[in-house]
């Protein structure tokens, strides 16, 4: 494990409006902590590696359509599968995936703690 304190360095990654604010926002509510990375905006491939080497990467997903309700971007669909694109990487490399559309904050956080072997929230 990466962190002095032997807990284990969560990374949150996914496009924009798939959750990963609100998600480690929660996390912490469960004395986890975690961050995300802004992989979707960056050119390098593994930024998300470079900036954190996590033990654990989440990656959150989520359609277009929802990214957008969530966000209220002025977007397009081309924009949204360019950060899909860039996120590419860090998909292939995750440790946990979880689909977000439909599923409300407490749904993630519940999926993302069993994943951990936690339990729930």
């Known amino acids: 494990m990466n962190s002095d304190q032997g807990s284990p360095v969560l990374i949150i990654a996914g496009p924009c409006g798939s959750g990963k604010t609100t998600l480690v926002r929660d996390l912490a509510r469960c004395s ?6 802004a992989q979707e ?5 593994d930024m998300w590696q470079k900036l ?7 990656f959150l997903d989520a ?4 990214c957008k309700f969530r966000k209220q ?9 360019e950060q899909k694109r860039r996120l590419q990487h860090a ?3 995750s440790n946990i995936y979880i689909q977000t559309d ?18 729930h929230a």
């Open 52 to 58: 954190a080497q996590p033990d654990i990467l989440i």
């Open 91 to 93: 998909l292939q490399h």
């Open 73 to 81: 971007f002025n977007w397009t669909e081309e924009d949204y599968k």
């Open 102 to 119: 439909g599923k409300s904050p407490l749904e993630v956080l519940e999926m993302v703690l069993e994943a951990l072997g936690i339990g």
């Open 63 to 66: 359609s277009f359509e929802t």
């Open 41 to 45: 905006h960056s050119f390098v491939p």
């Open 32 to 37: 986890i902590k975690a961050r995300q990375v």
